[in-house]
């Protein structure tokens, strides 16, 4: 079975400075994928960035990057320099990737991260 | 352009009543996918279809009943709703089930 876990349920961080969301994963599939998602007041799921789990490579897309250590099971999301339009809840999300697999996307409990001016 | 789209945005009902909620994606895709969000911010699969085929219908009472009439579309029609209904449903899609998957706006369902 897989399983996403995420402990921080609330995170604060000051504008302009750099925070770390963590991710922890669970899964016997030998290929899977890795991914975040943002999710602001208004609602709607944002696709943020993608990690395969063969990638040599940690993934980055513009502020933000996966740190991924496969061998600790986690895939912790960086953002860097902090803005008030980052508020939001982010999801980790997991979904293997071998045949047979169904393609759903398996969701941590998401953490709230508030930007302070 | 809207990628993922849902409608309606907001459904208010009663128990007991029958609702649809209508999903479109202009990306061409392959694969689309039902998520429930319910209070708790809890998001779950529910069901996914590959080029109109059925491929997951995850632990759902038969009262919900999704259907594909083409790629680009995939609907989901409850009946008899039930208080325990009321959540958020979001319509995704991706192209095989290996992509990344887009989202649309969430259609949030109220049921009195």
């Known amino acids: 079975a897989q399983k996403i876990t995420q402990t921080q349920p609330g995170m604060f961080v000051q504008e302009k400075e750099a925070v770390t969301l963590d991710c922890t994963y669970d899964t016997s599939d030998p290929s899977y994928g890795l991914f975040w998602y943002k999710q602001p007041s208004s609602g709607e799921m944002i696709f943020l960035i993608y990690?395969?789990?063969?990638?040599?490579q940690n993934a980055t897309e513009g502020r933000y990057s996966l740190n991924f250590q496969k061998a600790r099971k986690s895939a912790n999301l960086v953002i860097s320099a902090s803005q008030l339009g980052d508020s939001a809840m982010y999801f980790c999300a997991m979904r293997g990737l071998g045949s047979g697999n169904t393609g759903k996307l398996i969701f941590g409990q998401g953490t709230t991260l508030q930007v302070k001016p | 352009d809207t990628a993922v789209s849902q409608t309606p945005k907001y459904l208010v009902t009663q128990m007991g009543n029958d609702k649809s909620i209508k999903c479109e994606q202009n990306?061409?895709?392959?694969?689309m996918y039902w998520y429930k969000q319910d209070s708790k911010k809890f998001l779950k699969i529910m069901f996914s279809y590959n080029n109109k085929e059925l491929i997951i219908n995850e632990t759902v009472p038969n009262r919900f009943s999704p259907k594909s009439p083409d790629k680009a579309h995939l609907n989901l029609h409850i009946n008899s709703l039930e208080l325990g209904d009321s959540a958020v449903y979001f319509c995704?899609?991706?192209?095989?089930?290996?992509?990344?998957?887009?989202f649309g706006p969430g259609t949030r369902l109220t049921v009195t």
């Open positions: 990690q395969g789990s063969y990638d040599q």
């Open positions: 995704a899609s991706s192209q095989a089930r290996s992509g990344a998957q887009y």
């Open positions: 990306l061409g895709h392959d694969t």
